[in-house]
């Protein structure tokens, strides 16, 4: 039996708005990602009791590259600048 499709969750967070800069991290590094959540914690805002966990999910073949890229977040290892624009 193949692996071919399978996702991993590579993390939890709470809510969806905690969720959406993760997941736009990694699809701007290549790597293509979804969220899976709660609907009764999105409908209503809670995060009580596992409601409103939003778990990101990535293909299997990228569980590598999202988990370094998320761990370099987490040292600040990222960072967004302005010198990125061509000098003209």
């Known amino acids: 039996m193949s692996d071919v499709g399978a996702e991993v969750e590579i993390l939890r967070v709470q809510g969806w708005i905690n969720a959406e800069p993760v997941l736009a991290a990694l699809r701007a590094n290549g790597i293509p990602a979804r969220s899976r959540g709660e609907a ?25 590259a999202a988990r370094e890229l998320l761990a370099a977040g987490d040292l600040h290892q990222l960072e967004i600048t302005g010198d990125d624009k061509p000098e003209g």
């Open 40 to 64: 009764l914690g999105s409908v209503y805002g809670l995060t009580l009791d596992g409601l409103g966990e939003v778990a990101i999910l990535v293909p299997a073949e990228h569980e590598t």
